[in-house]
């Protein structure tokens, strides 16, 4: 049964191959998770890189490469792949709607610096987020620091549009949330079929964001130049 299996899942991976496929909204995380610290994910990680880089044939004795294996095992953890830790959830503060504006708020081009679950390879893009308000409003460096937490870690970016989306209709207590995400993807960039023009555009519509007319002016909202001299 366990060879059949491990055949199976082997041929699955062979399947999905250089298509670029998630398999479910919420990333994939064992249940243990978090059972060891930080400090000892660093110190794993660290031995791993010394393997691989040592397998490549790289002399870790070079001055320039000492240094590298805890460098790298650092930035997985503090900085790459910190929005895998729910402890690094940004607080999204929201505050009541006093001012009765009761328009659609769009936040442009927030910056997406993310990774590949399939290569871990970056990926690279601007986010647009909207949303209308039903009695509260929220920060909007939140929407920006939102849009980083989930980029933060293996991810497609299917997935991180509908996670950034959730995020603030559960922030907000309302379903009229609306994001687009274009990036380009080293996988795709700079391997494989290494088509350097080419980008991704996701989108995730709820509530009023549904509808033709609404989803029309965010749209054109996203058209508008924001090149400010």
């Given at each position: 049964?366990?060879?059949?299996?491990?055949?199976?899942?082997?041929?699955?991976?062979?399947?999905?191959?250089?298509?670029?496929?998630?398999?479910?909204?919420?990333?994939?995380?064992?249940?243990?998770?978090?059972?060891?610290?930080?400090?000892?994910?660093i110190?794993?990680?660290?031995?791993?890189?010394?393997?691989?880089?040592?397998?490549?044939?790289?002399?870790?004795?070079?001055?320039?490469?000492?240094?590298?294996?805890?460098?790298?095992?650092?930035?997985?953890?503090n900085?790459?792949?910190?929005?895998?830790?729910?402890?690094?959830?940004?607080?999204a503060?929201?505050?009541?709607?006093?001012?009765?504006?009761?328009?659609?708020?769009?936040e442009?081009?927030?910056?997406?610096?993310?990774?590949?679950?399939?290569?871990?390879?970056?990926?690279?893009?601007?986010?647009?987020?909207?949303?209308?308000?039903?009695?509260?409003?929220?920060?909007l460096?939140?929407?920006?620091?939102?849009?980083?937490?989930?980029?933060?870690?293996p991810?497609?970016?299917?997935?991180?549009?509908?996670?950034?989306?959730?995020?603030?209709?559960?922030?907000?207590?309302?379903?009229?949330?609306?994001?687009?995400?274009?990036?380009?993807?080293?996988?795709?960039?700079?391997?494989g079929?290494?088509?350097?023009?080419?980008?991704?555009?996701?989108a995730?519509?709820?509530?009023?964001?549904k509808?033709?007319?609404?989803?029309?002016?965010?749209?054109?909202?996203?058209?508008?130049?924001?090149?400010?001299?």
């Amino acid at each position: 049964m366990f060879e059949l299996s491990s055949k199976m899942n082997e041929e699955r991976s062979e399947e999905i191959g250089e298509n670029h496929v998630g398999t479910s909204a919420k990333t994939p995380l064992r249940a243990d998770a978090f059972d060891i610290s930080d400090e000892e994910k660093i110190n794993r990680i660290q031995e791993s890189v010394k393997d691989i880089l040592t397998t490549l044939g790289m002399d870790l004795t070079d001055d320039s490469l000492q240094g590298t294996p805890k460098r790298v095992a650092k930035s997985f953890v503090n900085e790459i792949f910190m929005g895998l830790n729910p402890a690094n959830m940004p607080k999204a503060s929201t505050f009541d709607n006093n001012y009765n504006y009761g328009e659609m708020l769009v936040e442009k081009n927030i910056v997406v610096y993310s990774t590949c679950e399939h290569h871990l390879l970056p990926i690279i893009g601007r986010a647009h987020v909207a949303y209308i308000s039903d009695g509260k409003v929220i920060g909007l460096s939140k929407m920006n620091r939102i849009v980083e937490y989930f980029s933060k870690r293996p991810q497609v970016q299917e997935r991180l549009t509908m996670q950034v989306v959730q995020a603030m209709q559960e922030a907000l207590g309302v379903e009229d949330v609306a994001c687009v995400i274009d990036a380009k993807h080293l996988c795709v960039n700079s391997r494989g079929i290494k088509d350097i023009e080419s980008s991704t555009v996701t989108a995730e519509f709820g509530g009023k964001f549904k509808e033709k007319e609404t989803k029309r002016e965010f749209l054109d909202y996203l058209k508008m130049n924001t090149d400010f001299d």
